[in-house]
């Protein structure tokens, strides 16, 4: 593989069988913060991150049929893939942030995971 076509600021790190593939960002406050990472297996199955939260293989499903790779170009494609997701992820800060206030939920109570479904899908987590 070609390393001179990963994205910026993506390091490679040979450990325990496992390849990573770590992208970080610079947080002058902060400093060097994790932003994504591809762990492949040495069975070529492969694990996606952003933000330190895993991303289901199927978010990627459009580079490679299967959770296992067969062509370097399919690393490449999902480093580009993670780096434009990560970027693309709200800022912590933005999670809380709504147009509903908060009192409308003042009285909400809920008592099973089914209600909290429900309710996540039809009043604030839908699209």
């Known amino acids: 593989m070609d390393r001179s076509c990963l994205p910026s600021g993506v390091v490679e790190i040979h450990q ?10 610079k947080d ?3 400093g060097p913060q994790v932003q994504y990472s591809l762990i492949i297996a040495e069975t070529l199955e492969f694990t996606m991150f952003s933000s330190a939260v895993w991303v289901p293989w199927s978010n990627g499903s459009h580079i490679t049929a299967h959770a ?7 690393v490449l494609n999902i480093l580009s893939f993670l780096k434009i997701y990560a970027e693309s992820a709200p800022n912590s800060s933005d999670v809380l942030s709504s147009d509903v206030p908060l009192t409308r939920f003042a009285s909400l109570r809920i008592d099973s995971f089914e209600d909290f ?5 039809t009043r604030v987590f839908s699209k």
């Open 28 to 30: 002058l406050t902060k």
């Open 68 to 74: 296992t790779l067969d062509r370097c170009s399919q």
């Open 117 to 121: 479904h429900d309710f996540k899908k």
């Open 16 to 25: 325990n069988n496992e390849l990573y593939f770590i992208g970080f960002s």
